[in-house]
């Protein structure tokens, strides 16, 4: 895999569309985690902490915070 294949496949990881379960209703890992090694996906979930609380700074009803009141509200 090339340095931008898996630059792609972390941003891929890192964005908060994900698609649910129609069974569980729980939400599914993006199918690119699946493709990254131990190293991409650390450097994945400390980019998606940073883009949540970015995300959360510019606007506390955010998509991500919507999803979530929703499913426990």
């Known amino acids: 895999m090339t340095p931008e294949e898996r630059d ?3 941003e891929a990881v890192v964005g908060a ?3 649910i379960d129609p069974f569980t ?3 599914r890992a993006h199918p690119a985690w699946h493709d ?3 190293d991409a996906r650390q450097i994945a979930y400390e980019r998606a902490l ?3 609380e970015l995300e959360g700074a510019l606007n506390d009803e955010t998509s991500t915070a919507r ?3 929703a499913r426990i509200g």
């Open 50 to 52: 940073v883009t949540r």
């Open 8 to 10: 792609a496949l972390i």
């Open 67 to 69: 999803a979530v009141l």
């Open 17 to 19: 569309c994900r698609s």
């Open 36 to 38: 990254l090694d131990d």
């Open 25 to 27: 209703r729980m939400a």
